[in-house]
């Protein structure tokens, strides 16, 4: 992940993580029904065409666009002939745990320039053992690449500084200990706000409900002792607030796109 600090009014930080990429040829079994993770993603077709599908609209996948799918909106993926498709997935916060995309609903698509693919491959190449310098130009072309799909105010991707004050300690607490038994009732306390009004605020402000959000901050903290620790799975499972260690594992692969077990092995949530 980068971090990237500023000392303008309307911004501290913007934290941005580079999770998966590749280009690959994929058949018409490519795709699949409802999916729903917590990355972004970033197409682009050499050959081919894909469909994208949501509840509201379909985005035709064809070659010469750049096309930036956000993270947390369920639609179906599928392709009628064979395509040659570019992917990243990553993740761009204004707030931590927070998605740029929670507070803004960008274009879908955008017309390619001359450099697009350059950049988009050079992303993609070696990125599994690529040196420091490198990863750093990687980041940089990322966000060249969304760059494209933001609008021009900063008004349009922030929500009320003083709702964000207001509701900061309800944000702190789970951020802070995600293992923690919350619920609406006992959030909404903490910023003294009746709970059927604070769930309404939090989602509208952010984007996501309070327990959606709780949610996303236990499988980070299970992806960082995935990484880092020896613990089981079962023992995982109970330090990020799960007692069932079958049921963690389904709500992370539903959110992280991969099981728990590849996810510790270095697997990275790849397009089916």
């Given at each position: 992940?980068?971090?990237?600090?500023?000392?303008?009014?309307?911004?501290?930080?913007?934290?941005?993580?580079?999770?998966?990429?590749?280009?690959?040829?994929?058949?018409?079994?490519?795709?699949?029904?409802?999916?729903?993770?917590?990355?972004?993603?970033?197409?682009?077709?050499?050959?081919?065409?894909?469909?994208?599908?949501?509840?509201?609209?379909?985005?035709?996948?064809?070659?010469?666009?750049?096309?930036?799918?956000?993270?947390?909106?369920?639609?179906?993926?599928?392709?009628?002939?064979?395509?040659?498709?570019?992917?990243?997935?990553?993740?761009l916060e204004l707030m931590p745990g927070l998605s740029i995309f929670n507070f803004y609903d960008p274009p879908c698509e955008i017309m390619a320039a001359k450099q697009t693919e350059a950049k988009f491959s050079g992303i993609i190449s070696g990125l599994d053992a690529c040196k420091p310098a490198?990863?750093?130009?990687?980041?940089?072309?990322?966000?060249?690449?969304?760059?494209?799909?933001?609008?021009?105010?900063?008004?349009?991707?922030?929500?009320?500084?003083?709702?964000?004050?207001?509701?900061?300690?309800?944000?702190?607490?789970?951020?802070?200990?995600?293992?923690?038994?919350?619920?609406?009732?006992?959030?909404?306390?903490?910023?003294?706000?009746?709970?059927?009004?604070?769930?309404?605020?939090?989602?509208?402000?952010?984007?996501?409900?309070?327990?959606?959000?709780?949610?996303?901050?236990?499988?980070?903290?299970?992806?960082?002792?995935?990484?880092?620790?020896?613990?089981?799975?079962?023992?995982?499972?109970?330090?990020?607030?799960?007692?069932?260690?079958?049921?963690?594992?389904?709500?992370?692969?539903?959110?992280?796109?991969?099981?728990?077990?590849?996810?510790?092995?270095?697997?990275?949530?790849?397009?089916?």
């Amino acid at each position: 992940m980068a971090s990237y600090k500023f000392l303008y009014p309307q911004v501290n930080s913007i934290n941005v993580r580079l999770l998966a990429g590749m280009a690959q040829e994929y058949g018409i079994s490519w795709g699949g029904k409802h999916i729903n993770n917590n990355y972004s993603r970033l197409y682009m077709l050499r050959y081919g065409r894909g469909t994208v599908t949501y509840t509201d609209r379909t985005v035709e996948l064809r070659p010469g666009r750049l096309y930036l799918f956000p993270d947390g909106r369920p639609a179906d993926y599928s392709c009628s002939t064979p395509m040659y498709l570019q992917w990243l997935h990553f993740r761009l916060e204004l707030m931590p745990g927070l998605s740029i995309f929670n507070f803004y609903d960008p274009p879908c698509e955008i017309m390619a320039a001359k450099q697009t693919e350059a950049k988009f491959s050079g992303i993609i190449s070696g990125l599994d053992a690529c040196k420091p310098a490198e990863l750093l130009k990687k980041y940089a072309a990322l966000l060249e690449l969304t760059a494209g799909f933001l609008p021009e105010n900063w008004v349009e991707l922030m929500p009320p500084e003083n709702v964000i004050i207001r509701l900061n300690p309800a944000l702190a607490a789970m951020r802070a200990n995600p293992a923690q038994e919350f619920d609406l009732k006992k959030l909404a306390g903490r910023v003294n706000l009746h709970p059927v009004y604070f769930s309404n605020l939090f989602k509208k402000t952010f984007g996501v409900s309070p327990l959606r959000y709780l949610t996303e901050q236990r499988l980070e903290q299970a992806k960082h002792l995935l990484y880092s620790s020896g613990q089981s799975l079962a023992e995982i499972a109970g330090n990020c607030g799960y007692n069932d260690e079958f049921f963690f594992a389904r709500i992370f692969k539903k959110y992280a796109g991969v099981a728990p077990g590849r996810f510790r092995k270095g697997a990275q949530a790849m397009e089916s």
